[in-house]
């Protein structure tokens, strides 16, 4: 099996579509035999569920992310290990073992709350989208733009 983690500084960084770089873990009966650091060369989160699948990975641990990255990650057959915190090596080596704690329900979905400057989850509703929530070409929230179910689902 292959992990993946996003990855800064031996932290699971937090923000999937925007992640710089990747740890990646071979498994071999429940214990980590080989480790890497890749870059992601700029790829944007449309591009890193493609990325992921091209280095062979089999499960992705981080923290937030965004439906669209989700939906594009079960295409890949890439399970998710969502909401998870601190050291990279220390949640590999868990899920490894079989204890990963993770949120089932993580999503980057902070809607209704921090829109405009500093919103930790980048849902600037205009430029620099980086969770997979684009209004008007490319929308993967599942709603056309102004239905009711989008403007519930972005807290308008």
Do not use: W
Not at 55 to 70: E, P, R, S, T, Y
Not at 127 to 146: F, S
Request: charged residues 20%; negative net charge.
């Amino acid at each position: 099996m292959r992990i993946a983690v996003t990855y800064e500084n031996g932290e699971i960084f937090q923000h999937f579509g925007h992640t710089a770089q990747f740890k990646l873990y071979d498994v071999e009966e429940g214990k980590i035999v080989n480790e890497q650091i890749v870059d992601t060369n700029g790829s944007g989160h449309g591009a890193l569920a493609g990325f992921l699948q091209a280095a062979k990975v089999d499960a992705l641990i981080c923290g937030g992310i965004g439906m669209g990255a989700q939906m594009a990650l079960a295409d890949a057959g890439i399970k998710l290990y969502a909401g998870v915190q601190g050291s990279a090596d220390a949640a590999a080596k868990s899920l490894a073992e079989g204890t990963l704690e993770y949120d089932p329900d993580a999503k980057c979905d902070h809607h209704g709350h921090h829109h405009g400057e500093g919103h930790e989850c980048g849902h600037h509703h205009g430029e620099n989208h980086e969770c997979g929530h684009h209004h008007g070409k490319g929308l993967d929230c599942g709603h056309e733009e102004g239905d009711e179910g989008c403007r519930r689902h972005h807290g308008e």
